[in-house]
């Protein structure tokens, strides 16, 4: 079974098509009465840029036969769908970089409008132009794209890589396409806390909403992370001194709460992991490119799924495997930024559980 095909084929029939119609599978529902309809799918660890914030320079990587194959990505997706999973995430890594990835888009894009809802993208936008129309054939109809700068040189230094113009320009090609933008953002305290007015400005006046981000202690990245940590209520206050923020109700089904910037008249993101705790009203779950789901972004509780998978009896392993993973999922993340050379929170990157 390789990973470099035209069609997916899975090596069994959809894990959502095994069961009778009087035979559904019960929700995913933890042990907190959260209700879980929302996956982030990792299809890769690997990146092409190297963001100061994310991991270090010299970047380790995971073998790649420790990576689930296309098909087994779709087969997994099937099994949360099975289970009301109805918003699909794909991230990374970097996931246009994979080989044959709008692959696996085309294939779970067939399950829009039927038991999937929403089948969304998070990248960095270095491939978005090479990758743009054939995402919004796929089905995806909105793409989150980080982007912490429009300065050239500042974007260089941030993510040890001169690939601004490549993130522009697939910014452009995938609204060109169709696609629905937002803008992630890491506020970083004295990197790009100064402009970020006129990122925010710039994508409204684009079309395009925005999510600020606080920084999350994620891995060793050879910088102390207390100096990167930018409390967005502190961020809020200052733009409030130049806009008017008026607080909405909309959402995308994440962690984001959201504003209207009144004078630009495009939406604000704000996710605050650290000053505004969003635990509470969880919907996610998270599944590396190995298969491992976490249930907590901020938690070192795992379970095996590719295990599952490989198993003589996959779907009954993968429904036990996602019945523990439901047990243990804790209340709420235990982040903290209020100690100079403090040990990450978790050792992993967030590039290996994904974004």
Known sequence: MTDNVPTIAPRQPDLILLRGPDEALPPLVDAFQRRITYLRLSVTDRCDLR???CMPERMTFLPKKEVLTLEELYELATGFIARGVTKIRITGGEPLVRRDIIDLFTALGRRIGHDLDELTLTTNGTQLATHAEALAKAGVKRVNVSLDTLDAAKFAELTRRDALPQVLEGIAAAKAAGLKVKLNAVALKGVNEGELPDLIGWAHGQGHDVTLIEVMPLGDVEEERLDQYLPLNDVR????????????????????RYVEVVETGGRLGLITPHTNNFCAGCNRLRVTATGQLYPCLGGGERVDLRAALRSDNPEANLETALNEALRIKPEKHHFRMDARGADPAVTRHMSMTGG
Not at 237 to 256: C, H, N, V, Y
Request: charge should be neutral.
């Open 51 to 53: 963001c100061s914030y």
């Open 237 to 256: 206050q200052s733009l409030e001194s130049r806009w008017t923020l008026k607080d909405i109700a909309f959402s995308t089904g994440g962690p984001a």
